[in-house]
């Protein structure tokens, strides 16, 4: 009899409920079952267009020829381009497993010869297999883009923090090679995460963690104090049915941008992440020692911070969402496409670059384990450069290889370009719109819109709850990605066609003799940064090593710098027109202006009281002035959405809120601005 059991357990009852039950399968992964989800619908949408009876009987009872219609049939409704056969043989697979979990036995074998062939050979309308470049970048190209990322990148994050945070990962990818899902949280793993939560199944998954970093301080050959970071992953490949971990230790940089050490400080003190409240700020923590007797410390973190994730999506609040990889890959992509790589730049190119770089000097058995393969195949035929960069043609000649020179031809960042970002003109946008599909969804919005009016005399008065509300977001959604879809596809056939005549107009130009062509290197224009924080970071390329003791008080300042970067804000620069002349109207003197960056009661009538008491964003942006007054509305919309659902509303001016003063609601808050600071907080 067990331990604190009465009675002896009733083994009939619980055979029976096994009996009853019936057979227990393997969960499948959340990857995996979305797949088999998306095509559970493909094969529903099928069988109702073929005239079939139910789906789940007519899996079971399948034949080859239903089969090959079913691919026939997804050739031929591609939502863009048709399939690839690896893609096509991909979604048999995916209908195997379903066959299998359905009737508990395997596919007969001469119906899956008899379908791959078809697929392989005979299906019509199929697009064949073709082999896409894999590039594999050089260290070089990753701290470009680190460089890029801080001084010329014209991408505008929610916060400066995002930009701090997508420096950290990216060196967190290239000193590791993890795929993006072990770091970041993948739209699959949310989706699946969301239905568990609200099944009450299980709870989030919580990845980098500070619990799962620790910041180090030890000594090196010279007894210089040195830092690092030992970060511990968990989830990989496969989830938690595979669980493992890996431990990597990166020590500190010479270049603060690329320095992991830097940017985690930078976080944590932004977060006050330090147990110790004299960790204050970065002089403290650069100022520490290994104490005598000892090997190395360990800086601790706060016992409130261990459990909330670094990589954050929004805010500096300890209960925002993770950081998704969806969001992460599109900033990367952005900083890619700004830089003018021909290619478009993923996560899997910093991996590429991880496990090129350890081929050869670790074993194979390292390599595979930093890459999470099992065995070599899967980085021979997936991740290993294309490109030979060895000197063949001199080894075979006896003659002094000139591998340096090779390499540098193989170079990925050879061809970079940043000219190749063309801007679209008017007549694109124009035609663009009047495209069927995107003129179709653009009449389907303005339909919905004109019932909401009728109904409720506006858009803006309808209630969330109206069924109307969501049609019209829906389309109003659908219209803007169809746009965005075209606008994309011409945006990406520029770009193609820019590299395709690149050379050939050079080489026209030099055989002509031309000296003042437009060449393709054209120099860029270097942006002016409106946040300070992030010039003075721009300032610390190229200069000498940071981690000497006589740099120790300008490694700290830099990494402080970085640290109140993520308190900023920038706006951007195409949303609002500044004004910096006073707005002169006959029924109000001129308010004079001042030395110092304080923030007068009574202020500019076309000024944003929300961005007069933000204090992350730079002088400059928050006394700007809009150009007219429904511009202003537009703009106040936004800070009042944001206040829905608010029991107490306080005042945003810095003297409102330094005395406490709180309204009852936006109306009286209205009326407060307008007597109080002379601000008018209307669109007309």
């Not at 789940?56 to 591609?78: G, R, S, T």
């Not at 070599?376 to 591998?403: C, F, H, M, P």
């Not at 819109?449 to 858009?459: L, Q």
């Not at 500044?578 to 304080?598: A, G, V």
Request: glycine fraction near 6%.
């Amino acid at each position: 009899m067990a331990v604190g059991q009465d009675r002896p357990r009733d083994w009939t009852a619980v055979i029976d409920g096994f009996a009853e039950h019936g057979r227990h399968v393997e969960p499948y992964a959340g990857a995996t079952q979305s797949s088999i989800d998306h095509m559970r619908k493909r094969w529903q949408s099928f069988c109702l267009e073929a005239a079939l009876p139910d789906p789940e009987e007519a899996l079971q009872n399948v034949q080859a020829a239903q089969l090959k219609a079913f691919f026939q049939w997804m050739i031929e409704n591609a939502e863009r381009t048709p399939p690839q056969i690896g893609t096509l043989k991909q979604y048999f697979r995916i209908l195997k497993m379903i066959y299998k979990r359905g009737t508990g036995a395997m596919l007969d074998e001469d119906v899956v010869c008899d379908v791959n062939a078809f697929i392989q050979y005979y299906a019509e309308g199929k697009k064949e297999t073709s082999h896409r470049p894999k590039p594999v970048p050089s260290g070089e190209d990753l701290v470009n883009m680190l460089h890029f990322l801080y001084s010329r990148d014209k991408t505008t994050y929610p916060d400066e923090r995002q930009r701090v945070q997508q420096g950290f990962l990216m060196i967190i990818h290239a000193s590791s090679g993890l795929r993006p899902s072990s770091v970041t949280q993948s739209n699959k793993g949310r989706r699946k995460m969301e239905a568990d939560k609200s099944a009450g199944v299980v709870e989030e998954v919580v990845k980098l963690r500070y619990r799962d970093v620790a910041l180090l301080v030890g000594e090196d050959e010279q007894g210089r104090p040195r830092f690092a970071v030992e970060a511990i992953f968990t989830y990989f490949k496969g989830g938690n049915r595979r669980p493992q971990r890996k431990t990597f230790t990166w020590t500190d940089q010479a270049d603060i941008l690329t320095c992991p050490v830097a940017h985690l400080v930078a976080l944590a003190l932004h977060d006050k992440a330090f147990k110790l409240p004299s960790l204050r700020d970065a002089s403290c923590v650069f100022s520490l020692t290994v104490p005598s007797g000892e090997k190395r410390i360990t800086i601790p973190w706060g016992d409130d911070i261990l459990d909330t994730p670094i990589l954050r999506g929004r805010g500096d609040g300890t209960r925002a969402a993770q950081l998704q990889d969806s969001v992460s890959a599109k900033r990367l992509k952005s900083l890619g496409e700004q830089m003018g790589y021909p290619q478009t730049v993923t996560w899997y190119w910093l991996r590429r670059l991880v496990l090129n770089a350890v081929d050869g000097f670790g074993s194979e058995e390292v390599r595979n384990q930093v890459a999470g393969h099992l065995d070599s195949r899967t980085y021979r035929n997936n991740y290993q450069d294309q490109r030979i960069s060895l000197d063949v043609a001199s080894l075979v000649r006896g003659q002094k290889t000139e591998d340096a020179l090779l390499r540098k031809f193989n170079d990925v960042g050879l061809n970079a370009d940043p000219n190749a970002n063309i801007a679209l003109p008017r007549e694109t946008h124009d035609y663009i719109a009047a495209l069927s599909d995107v003129a179709a969804l653009q009449a389907e919005q303005s339909r919905i819109a004109e019932c909401i009016k009728n109904k409720y005399g506006s858009i803006k008065n309808a209630p969330i709850s109206e069924e109307l509300v969501g049609e019209y977001v829906q389309a109003k959604n659908s219209h803007r990605a169809r746009k965005e879809f075209h606008k994309t596809r011409i945006i990406s056939q520029l770009r193609k066609d820019f590299f395709m005549r690149k050379d050939a107009e050079l080489i026209e130009a030099q055989l002509n003799g031309s000296e003042a062509h437009r060449t393709a290197r054209t120099e860029q224009k270097v942006p002016i940064l409106a946040v300070p924080e992030r010039a003075e970071l721009a300032t610390l390329i190229g200069i000498e090593d940071m981690r000497s003791p006589s740099m120790r008080a300008q490694r700290a300042a830099a990494v402080q710098v970085m640290a109140d970067l993520c308190c900023r804000v920038e706006l951007k620069r195409n949303a609002v027109r500044y004004n910096n002349s006073l707005i002169k109207e006959s029924s109000e003197e001129p308010i004079p202006t001042t030395d110092d960056e304080r923030i007068p009661m009574k202020c500019q009538r076309l000024q944003c009281l929300f961005c007069l008491g933000d204090e992350r964003l730079t002088f400059k942006d928050r006394t700007r002035t809009f150009s007219q007054q429904y511009t202003l509305g537009r703009h106040v919309e936004n800070h009042f959405n944001a206040l829905q659902g608010s029991c107490e509303i306080s005042c945003p001016h810095p003297e409102c809120k330094a005395t406490g003063i709180t309204v009852n609601n936006l109306d009286h808050l209205k009326n407060h601005a307008q007597k109080e600071h002379g601000i008018r907080l209307q669109c007309r």
